[in-house]
């Protein structure tokens, strides 16, 4: 019987470094817009602590691409207010300080 093999690990690999789960219901997304709303909250959560300066074009296009994936203004204000919670980060308050 063939044994299956693992590939080599990616010296590249993601490390997860949040201690916490991000306030999507995951049930609603595939995967892939599972993985740019974390990149989206990710995102965020760097502007949000000091540890990026955003471009304000940047930050509009990754919010618009946000609500386009939720599409839904409840559930937008749910995620908001979980994530808020979470960071101390506020989406909305975010997005709009950088709002031209």
Avoid: C, Q, W
């Amino acid at each position: 019987m063939d044994r299956l093999s693992l590939p080599p690990r990616r010296s590249e690999s993601i490390s997860v470094t949040k201690d916490f789960s991000y306030p999507i219901d995951y049930a609603e997304y595939d995967t892939e817009e599972i993985t740019r709303l974390i990149a989206f909250l990710d995102y965020i959560d760097a502007i949000g602590k000091g540890r990026i300066e955003p471009d304000p074009r940047e930050l509009r296009n990754r919010h618009r691409e946000f609500r386009s994936i939720v599409n839904n203004k409840t559930e937008e204000k749910r995620i908001d207010r979980s994530f808020e919670k979470l960071t101390g980060v506020s989406i909305y308050k975010t997005v709009r300080k950088y709002d031209d």
